[in-house]
């Protein structure tokens, strides 16, 4: 097994070789570095044009993959590897699968809000493309000397997935040896029930989905004592909030914490897929998301 950290030339900051490096020690696994680089031009063009094109990637390449070992410097052994490809996300994740990694890791684009993950074009595709977990940092996102991951949360919606989902999580906070926490978020939406209608009729509503999602919650929970070698979460609860950005505040969040959320069930069988719920919570999570395949 490996940690496979995908990070090219125009990655920006070092979130994910300190996403990469905070995963490989927790897990024990090794960790790989991996710069990928077209291998053609969009178009064919002159042998000496194409010649120097390849050189001047390669150039970048080796640029990168230096700026990450200064970034890497001491903190964890890495092996730093450049592959070329039509598709970065297929090269990359083809390098994950031959590889044997646990998860891959990326980051965030540069244009979402600090702190926060954000969807790039780089990522939304290995999202859809990969059948291993995949791990995203926030911007940003540093971790403190040695750090190790501290605790798992891991969110549940509710569905006959969930088993699966805290199952998944429960054997990864044992492969870590770190703390499980499970949640259920109930989000009032800004127009959940006319303002005709009165606010008891909204807070009768989020008192029965409260009591769903309890009752959801425990199933999943209780579900594990069926599976030897893992332990039940810490603590599950249903954390609701005014708005994603408002709930995900009050689950409370510490130094060393990730977030796990299983894919959509509406995706491709065993791949990451991203429905708009699990989008929601990505985009508003404070601290690392670690996205699971299905199946």
Sequence with gaps: MSVVVGYGPNTPGESSLNLGALLARSTGDPLIVCCVIPDRWEAPGLDRTDDAYVRALRAAADQTLERARDALHQ?????????????????????????????????????????????????????????????????????????????????????????????????????MGCRLRAVTFAVRGRTMIPPETGLHAEDAVVAAWREQATAGL???????????????????RVV????????????????????VIGSSTSGVVSRVFLGSTATRIVRNAPVPVVLLPRG
């Design 218 to 236: 425990r199933a999943a929970v209780d579900g594990l004592q069926e599976h030897q070698g893992v332990s039940a979460p810490e603590e599950a």
């Design 75 to 175: 903190a964890h052994d890495a092996t730093f590897i450049v592959r070329t490809g039509r598709s970065v996300p297929r090269t990359l994740l083809d390098e994950a699968s031959a590889r044997g990694a646990r998860m891959a890791v990326v980051g965030s684009s540069p244009h979402g809000a600090w702190g926060h993950v954000a969807l790039g074009s780089v990522t939304s595709r290995i999202l859809h493309s990969s059948e291993i977990p995949v791990a995203m940092a926030p911007r940003g996102y540093r971790a403190v000397g040695n750090e190790k991951v501290r605790r798992l949360t891991v969110a549940l919606d509710g569905t006959p997935n969930s088993h699966q989902v805290l199952l998944r999580a429960a054997e990864l906070a044992g492969r």
């Design 240 to 259: 609701d909030g005014h708005g994603w950005a408002d709930a995900l505040e009050r689950v409370g969040w510490d130094d060393g914490d990730l977030l």
